[in-house]
Each structure stands twice: as structure tokens, then as C-alpha cells.
């Protein structure tokens, strides 16, 4: 479990370490900072799957991303990391020097340790620059024969997992984590669409195979969860999915009073996402971390004390982070979860009750290598 959030420099977020807990809901009013937050969660697992700082080139690259406030007189740079029971993580970005790629950040530093504390004794692998370094079989240091250039992570540079197998099982703890923040139900959405009944236990991150999804849950996960879920949110309701001959599956929802099943294509966007969000909360491959960014967004005030029953259900196989800044959802999530309060104070992003120099421990790896 992912004790530990810490993000300095990465735009509203100057300097924010936050304790997670199985389950943790991030608020606050529009421009607080949760997006920042989930941007921040979204960034670190596509650097620790594939070592991807494309995907910040993708938000304007680094000058871009970097906090606008005032940064003081020590070297610019943007750091994020957390700290895990098992295996923990911290990369260092600074300001590409001249070169042919403006976006990409230029790499400092990259440490993975052991456990949520990073101490000399706990490093299991680092980057100072090129030069990388891993333990061997007794606990010695060896340095790799090979150099990473600027741009290249050392998460995306493992190639095999003998040579380094603590970081192979950090990239796979991270291939465990899932994100949803784009769900469509548009009326375009594939989730409208009917779908092919093969075995579905991870929903697509836009819903694409609702269909299948559900399928899966009423067939091989547990189907009383989701048909309670139903019913509490649209109560005296009844979701089916058929199969045809043509391995063709379908979604249906028997509501009281209409004499027919309405199908996926005729849902209100708030119901359509809904079973959405039912699929993904009730997967029965649960990840290791599922994030929710807006969850409310199309939902009747109604519905929400149904979604939070789901949630709930959900931290007791995953950890969960919720990011919202619907009053009735974190009302409903309150007594189960740990409930992070965002507040833009200036330029930055503070914890509302905290003050500079409170909150969990922890220490960025040095530059000095």
C-alpha cells in the first residue's frame, strides 16, 4: 500500500506530502489543487510502468508543468515520489539544457528503497546523472556498464528482470494500478454499444467494454454485489445482460413502471456512468490502487450514497483514492475514509490544519551522488 504522496514543484503543488490510507478522499473548491494531485498520481505511474516522460512533454513539458511561484534561490527542479510498505520511489527533474528536445526534462536523479524510509541502508537502486547504480546478490553496490542518457528513466531502461529484480517488481506493482477520469457516455460512447462477450475483468479506463465487463461480474465475480448496487441507485431496477448466438452481449435495465428493458443507447449519461463506475469498483481482478478523479460528475445527489457504498466495498481489496469536490460523496466517504482538504493559498497548494514542516516524513534523494 502506498503510504506516502510527495510532489514539489509540479504546478500548483509546491510542496505537498500527504499520508494515504486504503481508503483517501482529496477535496477542496474548483482550483484547490485536486486536479494537480490526480495529474501528479497519473505522472508517477507512467514513469515507474515505462519510465514515460513523454507523457509530461504531453502537458507542454516541464517549463510548463513547474510551479509558478516563487521557487526560492536553490536550483529549479520538480520531485515526486512516494513511500510504499514494500518498495518506495523519488525522481528528480530539472530544466533540459540546450538540445534538440525542449519538453523533455533532463533526469537528476531516479532512487527506488526498500520499505516506506529512504536511509542509506534501505537504497536499493539509483541514478545520479548517467551513472546507475544497483545492489547484487549480497548487498553490494554495482555500477551498471552502461549509461542512461538525459531524457531516459531508469524505470524505462530495465531490461531484464535478473539484472535488477526489485525494480522489475516495482514496474509491476505500478502495471496494478488503474486510473479513471475519462469514462465517456457521450452518445458516441462505445459503453452504448452492444460488445463481445469474452472474459472481462479489468473495465477499459473510458468503458469502452462495459458490456463484456458486466457480463464478467454476473458471471464469474460477484453478481449479488452488483445487482444491489443497482438497485440502490435506481431502486426497483434490474440490470441484465444478455448473449446472443453471435457471442453479441448486450445491457439492459428493467426500471419500474416501463414495460420494457431500456438499453445502453436510450440511459441518461448519470445512469450510464454509474454502471460504469459499478464495473470498475467491483472488477474481479481488483488492482492494487484504483483512482477515481471526479467520480459525481453526471450523478443525482440520489445516487451518491450508492457510488460511496461501492467505494467503501472497494478499499477492502484495493486501495482507493477518490478525487472529488462533491459535499455529498465526501460526506458519505467521511467516517471510512482518510479525507485529504485542499486550500490555494497564493500560488500553492496546502493541506487545510497543516503548516510548513507538519505532516508525514519524508526526504528527497540528494543530487550530490
Known amino acids: 500500500m502506498i503510504r506516502t504522496l510527495a510532489v514539489e514543484g509540479y504546478r500548483s503543488l509546491d ?16 482550483g484547490s489543487g485536486k486536479t494537480s494531485v490526480y495529474r501528479a498520481l497519473r505522472l508517477l505511474a507512467d514513469l515507474v510502468r515505462e519510465g514515460a ?15 509558478a511561484g516563487d521557487r526560492g534561490a ?11 510498505d514494500d518498495l518506495s520511489y523519488a525522481i528528480d527533474l530539472g530544466l533540459p539544457q540546450l538540445g534538440p528536445f525542449r519538453l523533455d526534462p533532463e533526469i537528476k536523479v531516479e532512487a527506488v528503497w526498500s520499505g516506506p524510509v529512504l536511509r542509506p541502508a534501505t537504497l536499493v537502486a539509483d541514478r545520479h546523472g548517467p551513472r546507475v547504480r544497483t545492489r547484487d546478490d549480497d548487498g553490494a553496490w554495482r555500477v551498471a556498464p552502461w549509461r542512461l542518457g538525459d531524457h531516459e528513466s531508469l524505470m524505462g531502461a530495465l531490461v531484464e528482470p535478473s539484472d535488477a529484480p ?6 509491476e506493482q505500478a502495471r496494478r494500478w488503474r486510473f479513471y477520469d475519462h469514462l465517456r457516455t457521450d452518445a458516441d460512447a462505445a459503453s452504448r454499444r452492444p460488445g463481445v462477450a469474452t472474459f472481462t475483468p479489468v473495465l477499459d479506463p473510458t468503458g469502452a467494454d462495459l458490456a463484456a465487463a458486466l457480463l464478467t461480474i454476473q458471471r464469474v465475480g460477484v453478481a449479488a454485489g452488483l445487482d444491489a448496487a443497482v438497485d440502490a441507485a435506481f431502486p426497483g431496477s434490474r ?20 414495460r420494457r428493458p431500456m438499453g445502453a443507447a436510450e440511459l441518461s449519461d448519470g445512469t450510464l456512468r454509474f454502471l460504469l463506475l459499478a464495473a470498475a469498483l467491483l472488477s474481479p481482478r481488483p488492482p492494487a490502487l484504483l483512482v477515481l478523479n471526479e467520480p459525481e460528475a453526471s450523478l443525482h445527489p440520489a445516487v451518491v450514497p450508492a457510488l460511496a457504498a461501492l467505494v467503501v466495498d472497494a478499499a477492502e481489496r484495493s486501495q482507493v483514492v477518490v478525487v472529488t469536490h462533491s459535499e455529498p460523496l465526501v460526506r458519505a466517504l467521511r467516517d471510512a475514509a ?27 534523494p540528494s543530487r550530490k551522488g
Request: charged share 25%; net charge negative; aromatic share 6%.
Open 239 to 258: 440490470l441484465e445482460v444478455t448473449e446472443d448466438d453471435e457471442g453479441t452481449c448486450r445491457t439492459w435495465l428493467h426500471q419500474r413502471g416501463l
Open 166 to 171: 526489485e525494480l522489475y517488481a516495482l514496474r
Open 53 to 67: 516522460i513523454a507523457s509530461l512533454a504531453r502537458e507542454g513539458g516541464l517549463r510548463s508543468a513547474l510551479h
Open 15 to 30: 510542496e505537498l506530502v500527504v499520508d494515504l490510507g486504503p481508503l483517501t478522499v482529496v477535496t477542496g473548491p474548483n
Open 74 to 84: 536553490g536550483p529549479v527542479a520538480m520531485r515526486l515520489g512516494f513511500s510504499a
Open 338 to 364: 482518510r479525507l485529504v482538504e485542499l486550500e490555494r493559498t497564493g500560488a500553492a497548494t496546502r493541506v487545510v490544519g497543516g503548516s510548513a514542516g507538519e505532516g508525514p516524513d519524508w526526504a528527497w
